[in-house]
């Protein structure tokens, strides 16, 4: 039976601590309804919490241990809160929801600017290599259960994502070969949106200084935020770690203010916390406080409820990093043997006015060189030689689809290695 899921969070009516909760729910079927007494881990009181399917599809993430639980229609609430001596205030348990499981979201957007090209006669092929990848989508799917049953069977540790490639041809009759990506899961993905686009390449020889993917000139902040955001897609699937200096986010002047929160929400959407940095000015970070205020995203709201997105949290932390004395204005993906990086006149805005920009390609000691000495910015770039693992799925020389697990100590646009103990399915 299928089982539709939310997350929550609640409140410990005794000392406020949040407890993250799964609240499952049976669509067109029986759902029962009832509560937990949960014990806090922080204060280790006992309260109630009303909940749906309390015995078998909801449960509690962390935050809390379920000491007991009730069902409305035996009408044994009462008696269970009593056993343990909860008192049955009737006072409702602050609670949020966050999201509900199973909404499908489009991440590569179609409708804007496409970031991929012809180098023989400047097609644009995003849409192309959707529609071959929609083709191809359960000869995939095929593939991939094949090797699943052999993942489970040798319970080893997952791969981080999914490339899956495929043929994608042009008007003109040039070939090309499309890479998507998506992290790496159980499920088989229905739609081809499932996947981002992260790579065309031409499967023909091209001419010298040819690109499927080239930026360079002047375009509309639009267009600016459009090729951003699929490189933004690009870097956190294929590099290993993603730097964004913008000195500003949003404007800030009347009219325009009301914007700042959705082109933060749009930085958080297609950033990964855990590999990206954010170089920014500290009067910005406060621009966002001001204007958020008492909305969803509210950022001393989302921090009582321990939702602040990581890279919010680290940006409000005393010791943050900020840049007061910076103009320049790059963004890039990192990995130990090479970086892209996308340069020039555009901070994070929208609208029709133009900005000159244009993608460059470093190895990492030049990048390094040119860019983060001169903004006096000093890491630790051991950390970009760990190894990566994918799943490649792949057409063999007999036109059938085939999975090998591959690893890399670089960008995924490099030269990968298949593992030692990988298993070619």
């Not at 375009?219 to 956190?236: G, P, V």
């Amino acid at each position: 039976m299928n089982i539709a899921y939310r997350d929550e969070i609640a409140k410990c009516p005794n000392c406020g601590a949040n407890i993250n909760l799964i609240v499952g729910r049976y669509p067109g079927g029986c759902n029962d309804s009832g509560g937990w007494v949960l014990k806090c881990h922080v204060c280790a009181s006992l309260f109630p919490l009303t909940v749906k399917n309390p015995d078998d599809a909801s449960a509690v993430r962390s935050g809390a241990t379920i000491i007991d639980s009730w069902d409305n229609e035996i009408d044994n609430r009462a008696h269970i809160l009593a056993k343990h001596g909860v008192a049955d205030t009737g006072q409702a348990v602050e609670r949020m929801l966050l999201v509900t499981h199973g909404e499908p979201e489009d991440f590569y957007d179609l409708e804007s600017r496409a970031l991929y090209r012809c180098t023989a006669c400047g097609t644009e092929l995003d849409a192309k290599a959707y529609a071959a990848l929609s083709e191809q989508l359960d000869s995939i799917n095929g593939a991939f259960a094949t090797y699943l049953n052999w993942f489970l069977a040798h319970s080893r540790g997952a791969p981080e994502g999914i490339s899956a490639r495929v043929e994608t041809a042009c008007t003109c009759g040039r070939t090309h070969e499309a890479r998507f990506y998506r992290k790496f899961s159980e499920h088989f993905p229905e739609r081809a949106a499932d996947y981002w686009l992260i790579d065309v390449a031409s499967a023909a020889p091209i001419p010298e200084g040819g690109k499927t993917l080239d930026v360079d000139g002047i375009f509309s902040r639009d267009d600016c935020i459009a090729i951003l955001e699929k490189l933004l897609l690009r870097w956190q699937a294929g590099h290993s770690a993603v730097l964004l200096a913008a000195p500003f986010i949003g404007f800030n002047f009347p009219g325009a203010k009301k914007k700042v929160p959705d082109l933060w929400n749009w930085v958080l959407k297609y950033t990964n916390p855990a590999k990206t940095l954010l170089i920014t000015r500290k009067a910005t970070f406060n621009l966002l406080k001001e204007v958020a205020k008492d909305t969803e995203m509210d950022v001393e709201f989302l921090k009582s409820w321990g939702l602040l997105n990581p890279t919010l949290a680290t940006l409000d932390e005393k010791k943050a990093f900020f840049k007061t004395d910076f103009h320049a204005k790059f963004y890039c993906g990192i990995s130990a043997d090479s970086v892209e990086i996308l340069v020039g006149s555009f901070n994070i805005h929208e609208g029709s006015y133009v900005e000159n920009i244009h993608l460059l390609r470093y190895s990492l000691e030049e990048f390094s060189r040119r860019y983060l000495v001169g903004m006096k910015m000093f890491f630790d770039l051991k950390p970009l030689s760990t190894r990566r693992s994918m799943l490649d799925i792949f057409v063999d020389p007999e036109g059938i689809f085939r999975c090998k697990e591959i690893a890399y100590t670089g960008s995924m646009f490099s030269e990968p290695k298949p593992w030692a103990s990988s298993k070619l399915t």
